[in-house]
């Protein structure tokens, strides 16, 4: 949202007022309304006020540390759900028990409000729609099919099974790197514990030599001199850092964009693989359980496309409703995308042909999940010559800073 000051002619008299618009007509159009007996004169783009800009960063920086809800949660009661509407038990009424029972404090106050709207006359879907980040555009979708086909209880199993197999893999990926981060960060501990211990022990001994100390040595040295003399400001630095990065990804669009293009860019080794493949997992599964659930494909495109996190990719996978509204067929406008191979395209091509759509896009959802776990199986594997190189890297910076200058000493020493 930007702001505008926007001139307005009252009684003869010029004033300006501040109006918070996205864009300078739509500031001039709340401006009419907000005051009908003036004459708008003019509206020009300023700066936000001292105390908004600051309100609006901490709401930002509470937004990018908020708690989300765990899926865990969502799933058991989305199934709860489920259960008890096929039981035949009112929705209003499984809402009410569900929002008692849950021990979840955000999704008891959640389904409560869902309850009471309901109660007031609104449907589960429009009661939901204020909920939508915290229960994803996917849950938005299959509540809709549920009100259309009048069985709530099949749409949110469906619903449950797709979140259970996104839980699944996000946390056997999670699994597949905890130990080599868990390594990692043991070889930087303990590096930083021998500069900040073994080092300074030295450092009487190599200031005594005559000589040039060696590269491997002097460089110990600086980190030395780096840690013990600024290492609380470095560390200071990082968390700001962090806590920086963070918040602009998650309020500011363009720069999380930039940071999700270099994620997938081909230079970083298994991340954008990773990255690429859960995505493109994530997007065909929820797409072919909606086509499938009879949803349109448009709309299941529509609803895939936001559960995409990684905004390159979005930006690529938005083009295919669009193309499709020009008049192309699936295949063609996945093709233009540039994500999908030809064999999956010939796939989707055989299925609009023979009316088996749904049953093609569940075989490229079973190829994606192929590949993303057989990158997963194999994670170890594709990181241990890296994990190899950083550990021999500081071991060797270790012992040749330390014995290199010894050698040259015991040469000095044999030399009188």
């Given at each position: 949202m930007?702001y ?9 008299k010029?004033?300006?007022e501040?109006?918070k618009?996205?864009?300078?007509m739509l500031a ?5 309304q907000k ?17 908004e800009?600051f ?9 990018s540390?908020?708690t ?8 058991s ?11 035949g038990i ?9 929002a008692e ?5 955000q999704?008891?106050?959640i ?7 309901i109660?007031?006359g ?8 204020p909920?939508r980040n915290?229960?994803?555009h996917v849950?938005?979708?299959?509540t809709?099919l549920?009100?259309?086909t009048?069985?709530v ?11 259970e197999n996104i ?6 990926f999670?699994k597949?790197?905890?130990?080599p ?6 070889m930087?501990i303990a ?9 300074p ?6 200031a005594?030599f ?6 491997p ?6 980190l030395?001199?780096a840690?013990?003399?600024?290492g609380?400001?470095?560390?200071v630095g990082?968390?700001?850092m962090?806590?920086?990065i963070k918040?602009f990804?998650?309020?500011?669009e363009d ?11 081909p230079?970083?080794y ?5 990255i ?19 949803i ?10 936001g559960?995409v996190?990684?905004?390159?990719i ?6 295919v409703n ?5 008049g192309?067929?699936l295949a063609e ?9 030809n064999?999956l395209?010939?796939m989707i ?8 759509l749904d049953a093609m896009?569940e075989k490229?959802?079973q190829?994606?999940?192929?590949q993303?776990q ?7 594997t594709?990181i241990e010559?890296?994990?190899l190189f ?5 071991v ?8 290199m200058p ?7 020493v044999k030399?009188?």
């Amino acid at each position: 949202m930007k702001y505008f000051n926007v001139t307005i002619m009252d009684k003869g008299k010029k004033r300006r007022e501040l109006i918070k618009a996205k864009d300078k007509m739509l500031a001039i159009k709340l401006a009419k309304q907000k005051f009908p007996y003036t004459l708008v004169i003019k509206s020009e783009e300023t700066s936000a006020p001292a105390g908004e800009t600051f309100s609006n960063f901490f709401q930002g920086l509470k937004k990018s540390f908020k708690t989300k809800i765990p899926i865990n949660d969502k799933i058991s009661t989305i199934r709860q759900i489920a259960v008890m509407t096929n039981a035949g038990i009112a929705i209003t009424d499984t809402l009410q028990d569900v929002a008692e029972n849950t021990q979840n404090m955000q999704l008891k106050e959640i389904y409560a409000n869902i309850h009471n709207d309901i109660n007031a006359g609104n449907s589960m879907s429009d009661a939901m729609e204020p909920y939508r980040n915290e229960f994803g555009h996917v849950a938005l979708a299959m509540t809709k099919l549920g009100e259309r086909t009048g069985n709530v209880s099949e749409s949110y199993h469906k619903l449950a099974n797709i979140l259970e197999n996104i839980r699944n893999n996000t946390a056997k990926f999670k699994k597949a790197i905890r130990t080599p981060l868990i390594t990692l960060a043991a070889m930087a501990i303990a590096f930083t514990v021998l500069i900040m211990v073994v080092v300074p022990k030295f450092k009487d001994i190599f200031a005594k030599f005559k000589a040039e100390l060696p590269v491997p040595t002097q460089i110990l040295l600086m980190l030395e001199h780096a840690f013990s003399h600024y290492g609380l400001y470095m560390l200071v630095g990082l968390i700001v850092m962090f806590v920086a990065i963070k918040y602009f990804y998650t309020n500011n669009e363009d720069f999380k964009y930039r940071v999700d293009k270099i994620m997938i860019h081909p230079r970083f080794y298994l991340i954008n693989k990773a990255i690429f493949l859960s995505t493109m997992h994530k997007y065909n599964l929820v797409f072919s359980e909606l086509v499938k659930a009879g949803i349109p494909v448009s709309e299941a495109l529509s609803t895939a496309v936001g559960m995409v996190d990684n905004l390159a990719i979005k930006e690529q996978l938005l083009t295919v409703n669009a193309n499709i509204g020009r008049g192309m067929n699936l295949a063609e406008a996945f093709e233009i995308t540039g994500l999908y191979e030809n064999m999956l395209l010939q796939m989707i091509r055989a299925g609009e042909a023979g009316g088996q759509l749904d049953a093609m896009l569940e075989k490229v959802t079973q190829y994606y999940d192929m590949q993303f776990q057989e990158l997963i199986d194999n994670l170890a594997t594709y990181i241990e010559p890296i994990m190899l190189f950083f550990i021999a890297g500081l071991v060797l910076l270790m012992a040749l800073g330390i014995f290199m200058p010894m050698w040259d000493l015991g040469k000095a020493v044999k030399g009188r």
